[in-house]
């Protein structure tokens, strides 16, 4: 499987953005996927996830209630709606996915063979 993620941009504060991904590969559907983002400085961390079959989906404290994963396995893509946007948002957003993810390590980067080669979203005034 091979991704790319777009969409990234500038947004005003309490803006909304929305990234997709797209998917190569006959498998995809049976991956799980996940967004990581990297802040200036800091390291890689954890966004939101989903399980191949789409039925649950898992989000950082920092976006609860503001964000939301979804796919569409037809298509092969992945989105992340980004409501409510803040300053501490702005970041470099990476997709991911792999085969083997389970609960256990579905926040883990090290869960995911595929990665997308980032879109940065910026949100300031």
């Known amino acids: 499987v091979q991704l790319q993620a777009s969409g990234g941009g500038l947004v005003q504060p309490g803006g909304s953005l929305r990234l997709s991904c797209a998917a190569s590969?006959?498998?995809?559907?049976?991956?799980?996927v996940a967004w990581f983002r990297q802040a200036p400085g800091k390291d890689r961390s954890f966004v939101a996830g989903m399980h191949r079959s789409g039925s649950n989906t898992y989000y950082s404290d920092s976006v609860k209630g503001r964000f939301a994963i979804s796919r569409d396995n037809a298509k092969n893509m992945v989105f992340l709606q980004m409501d409510s946007l803040r300053p501490e948002d702005t970041a470099v957003y990476y997709c991911a996915a792999g085969p083997s993810v389970i609960l256990s390590n579905l926040r883990s980067e090290t869960a995911y063979s595929a990665w997308g080669q980032g879109t940065l979203v910026t949100v300031s005034s």
């Open positions: 590969g006959r498998t995809f559907r049976n991956h799980a």
